[in-house]
T-cell receptor
């Protein structure tokens, strides 16, 4: 079956702009989580969506937001981009529900802010 | 979630077993040990998880000490493609989605 698909793979944006990243989970998976990975901070949890509702959020400013559609596809948005937002953004999907059984990650979107 | 401690780097010869240790001395009774790995510029990949019994799958074996304060991930016959950062994560099964990644261990498999 198809894995987790993230688009685009690479993105270059200018400071002050906004960006939207997309994640299509594995078919049947209802939970989508987003992570940011930078050399300095490592992998950090952004938020999780399950059945179109955000049910967990990491410690990031309000410039980072997301949503999930009825088909479980998810988008995350970063507004007023800063140089420090340059990172690999990873999406992970799982069946969700009350029991965690492992995530499948996508290959990520590499965002560069100049 | 309990904190984990891993060596920053390890080397292994191709074809030999790679044994990656993880210390989780503050683990609580309902927390599982999970292992993920991340090959350069790819997303993390789930390897294996366990509660207190040793576990084995097609990728690796997980050995958890009897007091559960530490564990070892074993790759029985390491290949060059196993070169990656390996993360040991401790969490409750029902604690929601958040995975707390530490710095992991950079495993380099040498020819």
């Amino acid at each position: 079956k198809a894995g987790v698909t993230q688009t685009p793979r690479y993105l270059i944006k200018t400071r002050g702009q906004q960006v939207t990243l997309s994640c299509s989970p594995i078919s049947g998976h209802r939970s989508v989580s987003w992570y940011q990975q930078t050399p300095g901070q490592g992998l950090q949890f952004l938020f999780e969506y399950f059945s179109e509702t955000q049910r967990n959020k990491g410690n990031f400013p309000g410039r980072f937001s997301g949503r999930q559609f009825s088909n479980s596809r998810s988008e995350m948005n970063v507004s007023t981009l800063e140089l420090g937002d340059s990172a690999l953004y990873l999406c992970a999907s799982s069946l969700g529900g009350g029991s965690y059984r492992g995530y499948t990650f996508g290959s990520g979107t590499r965002l560069t802010v100049v | 979630d309990a904190k984990t401690t891993q060596p920053p780097s390890m080397d292994c010869a191709e074809g030999r077993a790679a044994n990656l240790p993880c210390n989780h001395s503050t683990i609580s009774g309902n927390e599982y040990v999970y292992w993920y790995r991340q090959i350069h510029s790819q997303g993390p990949q789930y390897i294996i998880h366990g509660l207190k019994n040793n576990e084995t799958n097609e990728m690796a074996s997980l050995i958890i000490t009897e007091d559960r304060k530490s564990s070892t991930l074993i790759l029985p016959h390491a290949t060059l493609r196993d070169t990656a950062v390996y993360y040991c994560i401790v969490r409750e099964e029902t604690s929601g989605s958040r995975l707390t990644f530490g710095e992991g261990t950079q495993l380099t498999v040498n020819p």
